[in-house]
């Protein structure tokens, strides 16, 4: 079945120290995006990209990074600058055309310790 | 910049009894219209997508868009507890190259009480 893929689930990280979250999508979508959800609050967004080697930057993207290296694959980095990292981080994908909605992956719970 | 704005609630309804979740946009130019559900927890999930004027049922849940008074609207019939979650609503701008984002509100806390 086709669908998103994120990894892990949950995800510790230290001061100071870099994470990446990883989501993998088989749908064949062209576009891919990067949110995150705080406790009652809605979603940013932090970074999307349309095409392959390309992206940019949305709402909140200091202290975040990412690469588009392959068409399944947009692997978020949570830098050490993200002075606070922990919540609720969300991948979708879309088809191109703008009739389309996103399909989530699950979701990783980041936890600042 | 481009808006969606939902009542945040919680709206509490008896079980069986009609939800009705309402969403006004700003961008007037906007053509694609999404219902999303999310449980706690959990990741939103896309439950009614709409893009004309009037209603458009699926099962127990209805989706009404009014792109005149910008406000589009989801009723869940027969609401039952495990309908229980935060629906968000989601829109499409059709303006300034930003059509490859949707725009979201920041939900409706719904509870259906048994």
């Known amino acids: 079945d086709g669908g998103i893929t994120q990894s892990p689930k949950y995800l510790f990280r230290k001061e100071g120290q870099n994470v990446t979250l990883s989501c993998e999508q088989n749908l064949n979508h062209d576009a891919m995006y990067w949110y995150r959800q705080d406790p009652g609050q809605g979603l940013r967004l932090i970074y999307y990209s349309q095409i392959v080697n390309d992206f940019q930057k949305g709402d909140i993207a200091e202290g975040y990074s990412v690469s588009r290296e392959k068409k399944e694959s947009f692997p978020l980095t949570v830098t050490s600058a993200q002075k606070n990292p922990t919540a609720f981080y969300l991948c979708?994908?879309?088809?191109?055309?703008?009739?389309?909605?996103?399909?989530f992956g699950s979701g990783t719970r980041l936890t600042v310790v | 910049q481009k808006e969606v704005e939902q009542n945040s609630g919680p709206l509490s309804v008896p079980e069986g009894a009609i939800a009705s979740l309402n969403c006004t946009y700003s961008?007037?130019?906007?053509?694609?219209f999404f219902w999303y559900r999310q449980y706690s927890g959990k990741s939103p999930e896309l439950i009614m997508s709409?893009?004309?004027?009037g209603d458009k049922e699926d099962g127990r849940f209805t989706a009404q868009l009014n792109k005149a008074s910008q406000y589009v609207s989801l009723l869940i019939r027969d609401s039952q507890p495990s309908d229980s979650a935060t629906y968000l609503c989601?829109?499409?701008?059709?303006?300034?190259?930003?059509?490859?984002?949707?725009?979201f509100g920041k939900g409706t806390l719904l509870t259906v009480n048994p």
């Open positions: 979708a994908s879309r088809r191109q055309g703008g009739g389309y909605g996103y399909t």
């Open positions: 961008d007037r130019g906007s053509q694609s």
């Open positions: 989601a829109v499409n701008p059709n303006s300034g190259g930003s059509n490859y984002k949707l725009t």
């Open positions: 709409i893009y004309s004027n």
